[in-house]
């Protein structure tokens, strides 16, 4: 079955730093998504993103984030200045149409100290 | 914007036990996925359900869309059926899935 891949797997940065998050969609997913999950806590919405535009963002999406789809292929989440509260595990989603089933990568942990 | 309420928050049971988990959302609703996260952190996809019942194995799920909840059952668990539960719903007029507080889940052996 095809997958979403994300890398890195773990990342650990210094708070002020940058760090992009990539994220290889299945070949013919259209839409999407950037989530977050702070340790113990729910999934968050951060994003989605469909033919190279944000359809929506949430409030945690603000100036420090921005994503891309550079090469046609890699979908990344970048986070222009790191801060603790940062730290979190990032998944990747993606799905062939609009409101058709989420398909998640294995997450990147990101720890900023 | 939309509530999505699971219950129980938290649950044990013994090995072959039957359990059902109950995901309860506040405004309509054009999707319905279940998803278990393994003690690894994994999302693993059970059931995309926006309606109806389905049955994948010792896992249901029922989605009573105009009544605004679903369920999922397990029947004769397992200690890999541990972990975290979460059901995500797709809001009707919008471009993302929310996801609902989660139901931890430990089984023991």
């Known amino acids: 079955e095809p997958e979403v891949t994300q890398t890195p797997s773990h990342q650990v940065t210094q708070m002020g730093q940058e760090v992009i998050l990539r994220c290889v969609p299945i070949s013919n997913h259209l839409y999407f998504y950037w989530y977050r999950q702070i340790l113990g806590q729910k999934v968050e919405f951060l994003v989605s993103f469909y033919n190279n535009e944000i359809s929506e963002k949430s409030e945690i999406f603000d100036d420090q984030f921005s994503v891309e789809r550079p090469d046609g292929s890699n979908f990344t989440l970048k986070i222009r200045s790191t801060k603790l509260e940062d730290s979190a595990m990032y998944f990747c989603?993606?799905?062939?149409?609009?409101?058709?089933?989420?398909?998640f990568g294995n997450g990147t942990r990101l720890t900023v100290t | 914007g939309i509530q999505v309420e699971q219950s129980p928050p938290d649950l044990i049971l013994q090995e072959g036990a039957n359990s059902t988990l109950r995901c309860n959302f506040s405004?309509?609703?054009?999707?319905l996925q279940w998803f278990h996260q393994n003690p690894w952190g994994q999302l693993i996809n059970l059931f995309y359900?926006?309606?109806g019942t389905k049955q994948n194995g010792r896992l249901s799920a029922t989605t009573v869309a105009t009544e605004r909840y679903s369920l999922l059952y397990i029947s004769s668990s397992q200690t890999t059926d541990s972990g975290v539960y979460f059901c995500?719903?797709?809001?009707?007029?919008?471009?993302?899935?929310?996801f609902g507080t989660g139901t931890r889940l430990k089984v023991l052996a």
């Open positions: 405004d309509s609703v054009n999707n």
């Open positions: 995500a719903v797709h809001v009707s007029g919008t471009y993302k899935y929310i």
């Open positions: 989603a993606t799905a062939r149409a609009d409101s058709s089933p989420l398909h």
């Open positions: 359900i926006p309606s």
